[in-house]
């Protein structure tokens, strides 16, 4: 060997010891848990910190703070690679990304986040799924050399209380209806609403408090899912700069406290991405608009020049570095088995504007072709993640309003490659629930038998000032919406602006009580229901019911339908100011300071909103103070035949849903028996101003010629 060749083996030997002493001194620390065995649960969390060579950072140094773009961007694999392999005690190899991170204090005197010093600036997370002993194997590239740092650790798995990932299932029964959990096979009942930052939230530390307060407020009444927004002016990492993300760090660390709080509480998480970043403003479609977050501002439009819309979805060069920033995305959150769903928002104001823009030149280019487009771009973008990031997340994508062509199982459209079926609907007339969203769900679960999400709703957008009078509509969306056979209640979209700060919410834990112990999978319920009228103005009694499959069991909600806001002038001073007025003579103040009745004037004396009850008193009591035996009935149907002498005979249970307690109302009991037609009929309870409506449970009692004691 010639003494030159001696001299670089020296040399690379010596730089290869100090860079794996560096490396191996500081891998082995386990930020999370903090054990000394190096032990973690199953499904939770594991996070690695490291540091690597000095002179790898220095250049990464370089880049971020001097802008230097020689030096080593943290953000680009092809200039840094992190890639850690995660073999399993039965030999699955799962592949996932280190990347970089910041970590940060809050300054509440001037609400805003300052770095914190960390030791290890980079991380590395996972959650393992199989219990016993595990190998990690680390490879890192840096564009400085083209010798890998190298390196192994080994931690164990033990049993823990943690259910699992959600999932679905393909039977093609009403089981599919509904998620359950992986682990303990449990069916999954979703208790939510969106705590998304509605374009307002995790910029600052007293934001981040306001938001991480949201989630706590749904997990203190039962609450296990929710809905988050990865939007351009929170934790999105490229925005506004596609190739450094150094700008939000202090978001991104902000968000990592939503997700911990989500882990540790069994609340499992909708990543949603916005519709603004394709969208011109409202009113001037040439400038900014949603905080500096529309078109006009999108940092891919600037950074490469993109004259169109559609270039977005199909420039190579553009949509590499979109794959990047979902890399990001996933391998800083994608570890959490409470990460469940993935998605896009409202679609068709994605591609709305790009068919305007398209029809210039190709007056043929319409909506089925835009969507077409985009379709192909989240097929890559599903195909990225599946494959080269390992996550098995699920996909939700969603439409303000369903395009016909979606209607169509064979189309080869954005519900084909969802796993679920996502439905927005906002609605303030009498019939939002029991026509509106009832007929949605059911037409999409019969075309896609996949299960179906309320994944918005609420009163509309003008009409917000409902909230600060009464809390009605979201009591009534949540317990008709549960019983319609989605995966569990609506997810009403106005948490921060009037539902969780005048303490409606707490009517999820009702829901939660109600159905905490019903097998709403292996029942296959299907839902149903019935009214006293097909008339929407003189419909008084409506009726949604779950009846099981076997038609041994039933979970259904009665309601006296002209209990809704528009009816309550009567009783309500301030919807009354509303009708009459449009606006409010008294502050209405929620999150952070925000005056609800700033919100634009809202047209609340709208006929449409009328029914026939409305200037004859309101809202119409149904009540008899002898015996409810003289109160009408209503019907459940699909249950067991009764034929001949011996009959099939059901017990009906009321559950009073207004009160501080779900109860269980034993005054109410009723036995009944089924008829010819497979029909119960049922007294209804008073239905009055205290109680204008109940939950209740129909159990099978068996079949008998007498009425069982």
Not at 387 to 400: A, Q, T
Not at 501 to 513: A, C, E, I, M, P
Not at 540 to 561: D, F, M, Y
Not at 639 to 645: N, P, V, Y
């Amino acid at each position: 060997m010639k003494k030159r060749d001696l001299v670089i083996l020296v040399f690379l030997f010596i730089r290869f010891v100090y860079w794996s002493q560096s490396f191996s001194t500081i891998a082995s620390r386990q930020i999370c848990p903090s054990t000394s065995n190096s032990s973690v649960g199953k499904f939770q969390k594991l996070e690695f910190g490291f540091k690597l060579p000095q002179k790898i950072q220095f250049q990464i140094d370089k880049f971020l703070f001097q802008n230097d773009t020689l030096g080593i961007n943290p953000f680009d694999p092809e200039q840094l690679n992190f890639e850690a392999d995660f073999i399993s005690p039965t030999g699955i190899i799962t592949k996932r990304y280190g990347f970089y991170y910041q970590s940060f204090k809050s300054n509440d005197i001037f609400d805003r986040w300052e770095e914190d010093t960390t030791s290890m600036p980079w991380r590395l997370r996972f959650s393992p799924d199989e219990i016993g002993d595990w190998k990690v194997k680390i490879n890192i590239k840096s564009k400085l050399s083209e010798i890998p740092i190298l390196h192994e650790l080994h931690f164990n798995c033990t049993s823990s209380n943690y259910k699992g990932n959600l999932k679905i299932s393909k039977t093609g029964t009403d089981e599919d209806r509904y998620l359950y959990y992986s682990e303990t096979k449990e069916p999954f009942f979703s208790i939510s609403n969106n705590i998304s930052s509605g374009g307002f939230l995790t910029y600052l530390p007293s934001q981040n408090r306001d938001h991480l307060k949201g989630v706590q407020q749904l997990i203190n009444v039962g609450g296990n899912f929710t809905r988050f927004d990865m939007q351009p002016q929170a934790a999105l990492p490229d925005w506004p700069n596609i190739k450094n993300y150094s700008g939000k760090m202090d978001e991104m660390y902000a968000f990592d406290k939503m997700v911990e709080l989500c882990e540790t509480n069994n609340v499992y998480f909708i990543i949603f991405r916005h519709h603004i970043e394709l969208m011109d403003s409202y009113f001037n479609p040439s400038g900014p608009d949603w905080s500096g977050t529309s078109w006009y501002d999108n940092p891919y439009r600037t950074t490469f020049k993109l004259t169109n819309k559609i270039d977005y979805l199909t420039n190579k060069e553009a949509i590499k570095w979109q794959l990047n920033s979902l890399r990001y995305v996933f391998s800083r959150w994608g570890y959490s088995p409470s990460f469940s769903f993935y998605g896009y928002s409202e679609i068709d104001n994605w591609y709305s504007g790009i068919i305007k823009e398209e029809q210039k030149v190709n007056s043929n280019f319409g909506e089925k072709e835009a969507l077409t487009v985009f379709k192909n771009w989240f097929v890559n973008q599903q195909n990225y993640i599946q494959s080269s990031l390992s996550k098995k997340v699920m996909y939700s994508n969603s439409y303000s309003n369903i395009p016909k062509v979606e209607s169509n199982r064979n189309f080869d459209g954005m519900l084909k490659h969802s796993d679920v079926i996502s439905i927005h609907d906002y609605a303030t007339n009498k019939d939002g629930n029991y026509k509106n969203r009832y007929n949605k769900i059911e037409e999409y679960w019969n075309i896609y038998k996949k299960p179906v999400i309320i994944e918005e709703m609420g009163v509309s957008d003008n009409k917000l000032r409902i909230y600060c009078c009464t809390g009605i509509e979201y009591h009534n969306s949540i317990w008709a919406s549960s019983m319609m056979g989605c995966i569990g209640t609506g997810m009403d979209w106005w948490w921060n602006r009037g539902v969780q700060d005048f303490g409606y919410h707490l009517d999820l834990k009702h829901v939660q009580d109600f159905f905490k112990d019903e097998e709403m999978r292996t029942l296959k319920f299907h839902p149903q229901k019935w009214s006293d009228s097909p008339s929407n103005n003189k419909r008084k009694i409506e009726n949604i019911t779950l009846v099981s499959e076997n038609k041994e069991r039933a979970l259904g909600w009665i309601h006296n339908a002209t209990f809704y806001w528009r009816n309550l002038e009567n009783e309500s001073p301030c919807i009354k100011e509303l009708i009459e007025k449009s606006k409010l003579s008294y502050p209405c103040i929620v999150v952070a300071g925000y005056n609800i009745n700033d919100e634009g004037p809202g047209d609340y004396d709208r006929k449409s909103y009328e029914d026939d009850y409305t200037n004859k008193g309101g809202a119409q009591e149904i009540k008899n103070e002898e015996s409810i035996k003289n109160n009408p009935t209503f019907e459940i149907s699909h249950l067991k035949k009764s034929f001949g002498i011996e009959r099939n005979w059901y017990k009906i249970e009321f559950y009073a849903t207004n009160g501080k307690e779900l109860l269980l109302d034993s005054n109410l009991t009723q036995v009944v028996s089924s008829d010819l037609f497979s029909k119960i009929k049922v007294n209804v309870p008073n239905l009055d101003k205290v109680n204008p409506d109940y939950a209740y449970k129909v159990i099978y009692l068996g079949k008998s010629r007498f009425e069982p004691k």
